[in-house]
């Protein structure tokens, strides 16, 4: 008969724990949305335009960003943030001969991933039928690999 007793103990204490915890989170989900936030197009204009952009990624500083940017091709570019606005984007020294996009810059800004259907071999001019995951370094200010 004890074993019972402790048997329905342990159920009903799991229960209550199952259930604390599901009404713990439920409750914690619906503080973290803000339901008042309204997005906002980003440097409208500037690297926001009538064209097709997407895929950010920023600098560690925020002063960079690279984005994605084409229709049929698809270029990396990038815009430097000076004197309180985001300067013309221009194409990244890497980019702008084959299908770039996607551009990634790590957490240290030393590098920069990105995806691209560019030859293996150096002095190949056609494009790839598929896509790889590429990178250059970071050199020097707006220089990579």
């Known amino acids: 008969m004890q074993v019972l007793y402790w048997l329905f103990k342990a159920i009903v204490v799991g229960i209550v724990i199952t259930w604390t915890s599901v009404f713990a989170v439920h409750a914690q989900q619906q503080q973290l949305i803000d339901t008042a936030a309204r997005p906002k197009l980003f440097a409208e204009g500037t690297v926001s335009t009538p064209y097709v952009e997407w895929s950010t990624s920023f600098s560690p500083d925020g002063n960079t960003v690279y984005f994605s940017r084409g ?15 985001w300067n013309r984007p221009a194409v990244a020294a890497f980019s702008g001969k084959y299908n770039d996009t996607d551009p990634f810059v790590s957490p240290d800004g030393k590098r920069l991933f990105f995806i691209s259907n ?10 790839l039928r598929f896509y790889h995951i590429w990178y250059v370094d970071h050199t020097t200010g707006d220089e990579w690999s």
């Open 118 to 127: 560019r030859p293996f071999e150096p002095g190949q001019q056609k494009p």
């Open 71 to 85: 229709a049929i091709y698809w270029t990396i570019c990038y815009s430097k943030f000076a004197k309180g606005k």
